[in-house]
């Protein structure tokens, strides 16, 4: 099964300035999704940004962005002008292309500071 | 609206109990999923389901059982042979949002504890 990695298990960062989370993940599929989510102190899950691997373009969601490097296998999440709701654990995540099989990584609590 | 309720939002289990958390869609999805989230981690693959009567096992499927005999249900039974199943437990269904991009559609989570 594929494995997705983060790194960083907690990250902090002052409101209005930018932050980076890091992701890799471990495939030998040419086809599949990258995600992240964020998942606040009331625990549900909320998507942030999806990436089709076949896309070069990195996708963008408001303050949100990625940084896809297929090769690399990396797939990294800045957020711009944190803001203090941004406050959360993120976790990336991995679904193949062929089946519904989704793997997520550890997450990175990430702190956002006044 | 349409969603998933997972049911109930904290469960107690005695040891050596079976105990089962339910999960109803009522999103046509075909494929559901259960996750297990241990405090301050990730979320583990437990069992998914691609469509009715199917299912495969995930990384942590010992000590869980599954069923999907209706598309809008797929319940977990958390059997006596798990001896640590205290744990936050997430369900979720994979389809399309109004921008028909494919995401995960989750619950609102079971927290399971041990008396």
């Known amino acids: 099964a594929q494995t997705v990695t983060q790194s960083q298990p907690e990250m902090s960062v002052q409101e209005a300035e930018t932050v980076t989370l890091s992701c890799t993940y471990d495939t030998s599929e040419s086809d599949y999704y990258l995600f992240w989510y964020k998942q606040p102190p009331s625990r549900q899950m909320i998507l942030v940004i999806r990436q089709e691997a076949y896309k070069q373009q990195n996708a963008t969601e408001n303050r949100f962005s990625v940084n896809f490097q297929k090769a690399a296998k990396s797939f990294s999440l800045k957020i711009s002008d944190s803001q203090l709701g941004d406050a959360a654990m993120y976790f990336c995540a991995y679904r193949s292309w062929g089946n519904n099989d989704m793997r997520f990584g550890a997450g990175t609590r990430l702190t956002v500071k006044p | 609206d349409g969603g998933i309720t997972q049911s109930p939002k904290y469960l107690f289990r005695k040891e050596g109990q079976n105990v089962t958390l339910s999960c109803e869609q009522n999103?046509?999805?075909?494929?559901m999923y259960w996750y297990r989230q241990d405090p301050g981690q990730g979320l583990r693959l437990i069992y998914y389901s691609q469509i009715v009567n199917d299912f495969q096992k995930g990384d942590i499927a010992e000590g869980y059982s599954v069923s999907r005999e209706k598309k809008e249900s797929f319940p977990l039974t958390v059997t006596s042979a798990q001896k640590n199943p205290t744990a936050f437990y997430l369900c979720a269904s994979s389809g399309y949002d109004r921008n028909l991009n494919e995401k995960l559609f989750f619950g609102s989570g079971t927290q399971l504890s041990v008396l």
């Open positions: 999103l046509n999805h075909d494929a």
